[in-house]
């Protein structure tokens, strides 16, 4: 019921940085798309930042899209805007920040078909054409009897396989893959209904069977590949990537797949934009970032076309890369413009990103600088400043639930292994302790407003955002992952204690503890 339950095998690399303004720049955008565009130091690999005006964005836009996240109060957690390599505006919705690494899901396909190029570039693998009887079978005799030689590696890279398979997320399928104790011959281990190459059919199991490629060929687990060659080039150094039990990191976006903070994925999206260069050095080819945001199969939907793990909007203009729950990167050669999103939306409403960017941030572009509004820019800073989850009301906790406060609770056995709980309310500040699993975790929580609570590589946020007789509701997750158990109510009666959990998908979890005695904390 706590994000602590959902805790999966992470590989972690974290040296937090902090980024400097370099000023703005005053220059002309015709002036400034005649050079080529590095947006960082020499030195630091920080970003420059400019005003949104310099680099021809009109603020008036800006605000207006800062005024509908406010009203609509949908879960959008992060953007970044850099336009001609600059840094031009970026705002994190409190208690997200720019250093909190954020789920990429289905955008870390995007990743895992750069690092295939590189792996070509490397001689590792020959190229698209290569046969998987030649890159998987000869290590699997089960692969060798299911695999023929015209399914090549091009087709897991645009979806095109031909077997009858898809993402179904109502269904178990994808966790059925990663119990599997071969998830590639799982993966392919399916009937034929069109020949390779044939039609699009979208389904994440062919972008893991990449991660397994890339594992076998290069000699190296996918996440050791892309801190050698794409994460340290980059001046990438704080990521979270997710494995499976058996090792295999998610290459394409289970579990959360990678993690990155806005920023770090904006530069992996610049150096794609400025095709595979980055502060002067080619790190992937540009035949291969041309290839493989090229358009290579009408999918019958939206986004209209695919490349190679990457989407493309029907005029060919825009490359996207597509995450579950609304994550965005949105690549404009033409407009030298990269922006990301990071997001908690549900199903239904995961396009509303890309509603944002059709309607605000693509009208706000100009050829030339836009005049300064010192006015409209005190009113955008406002507006970024007071971005916020938070309660509608004023919340206190009611007289009726103290004398439940300050006291252990413990719970039998149950499936979630939670052992106990101890609530300190002190000086008018809650704190939460849970056991689970004979481990100790303690939160700070807010009332009416999230705090903040750092545990190992891991940034929580907790608060109660109502209250009544006897009970009181609040959120506790982890910031930069889904929330899946979206409301925690606690219930005080005689000598015991409630807690039910809702999910994201509305289902309810209810377990019962009793007071035990003095807290440990």
Request: with cysteine.
């Amino acid at each position: 019921m706590l994000p602590i339950l959902f805790s999966i095998i992470l590989h972690i690399v974290c040296k937090p940085s902090k980024d400097t303004s370099a000023g703005s720049s005053s220059d002309s955008i015709n002036r400034l798309r005649s050079r080529e565009i590095f947006a960082v130091t020499d030195s630091a690999q920080k970003w420059e930042k400019a005003t949104p005006e310099s680099q021809g964005i009109d603020l008036e836009y800006l605000v207006k899209m800062m005024e509908e996240l406010h009203t609509n109060n949908r879960n959008i957690n992060g953007i970044v805007i850099i336009r001609n390599g600059y840094l031009v505006f970026d705002a994190y919705r409190k208690p997200y920040s720019a250093e909190i690494p954020h789920v990429l899901y289905s955008c870390t396909k995007s990743v895992t078909s750069t690092l295939i190029g590189l792996a070509i570039a490397d001689g590792y693998i020959k190229g698209p054409e290569q046969s998987l009887t030649d890159l998987l079978s000869p290590n699997s005799e089960k692969l060798k009897n299911i695999l023929s030689p015209d399914l090549k590696l091009k087709h897991l890279l645009t979806m095109t396989t031909g077997l009858d398979d898809r993402d179904d997320f109502m269904s178990d399928d994808l966790c059925k893959l990663l119990r599997s104790d071969d998830p590639t011959y799982y993966t392919l281990n399916k009937k034929r209904v069109n020949k390779p190459g044939e039609r699009f059919r979208y389904n994440t199991k062919v972008s893991y069977v990449l991660g397994t490629i890339l594992r076998e060929k290069t000699g190296m687990n996918v996440d050791t590949y892309a801190e050698k060659k794409l994460f340290k080039p980059l001046g990438i150094s704080k990521y979270i990537w997710a494995v499976s039990p058996n090792g295999t990191v998610h290459a394409g976006g289970c579990s959360g797949g990678l993690r990155l903070t806005a920023k770090d994925f904006a530069r992996f999206a610049l150096m794609v934009a400025q095709n595979g260069k980055w502060r002067g050095r080619q790190i992937v080819p540009t035949e291969w970032v041309k290839t493989a945001t090229n358009a290579h199969i009408f999918t019958r939907g939206y986004p209209a076309y695919y490349g190679y793990q990457w989407w493309i909007t029907h005029n060919k203009k825009i490359t996207m890369a597509m995450g579950y729950g609304g994550q965005r990167a949105f690549i404009v050669p033409e407009e030298q413009l990269v922006v990301i999103f990071f997001s908690d939306l549900p199903p239904g409403l995961e396009r509303y990103p890309d509603e944002i960017f059709y309607q605000y941030i693509q009208k706000s572009l100009s050829l030339q600088a836009t005049p300064k509004n010192p006015e409209m820019n005190k009113r955008l800073e406002a507006l970024v400043n007071s971005w916020e989850y938070k309660s509608e009301h004023r919340v206190t906790i009611p007289e009726s639930v103290i004398p439940y406060l300050n006291k252990r609770y413990t719970f039998k056995k149950n499936d979630i292994n939670l052992n106990a709980l101890e609530l300190k309310y002190q000086d008018g500040l809650l704190s939460f302790l849970e056991v689970m699993n004979n481990k100790k975790y303690i939160y700070r929580i807010g009332i009416g407003k999230y705090l903040t609570t750092q545990i190992g590589d891991h940034c929580y946020a907790a608060a109660v955002l109502s209250s009544e007789p006897n009970k009181f509701r609040m959120r506790l997750f982890e910031l930069g992952q889904l929330h899946r158990f979206d409301v925690i109510i606690v219930h005080f009666e005689k000598n015991s204690i409630e807690i039910s959990s809702k999910d994201f998908y509305g289902r309810v979890y209810t377990l019962k503890g009793r007071n035990t005695g003095k807290m440990t904390f």
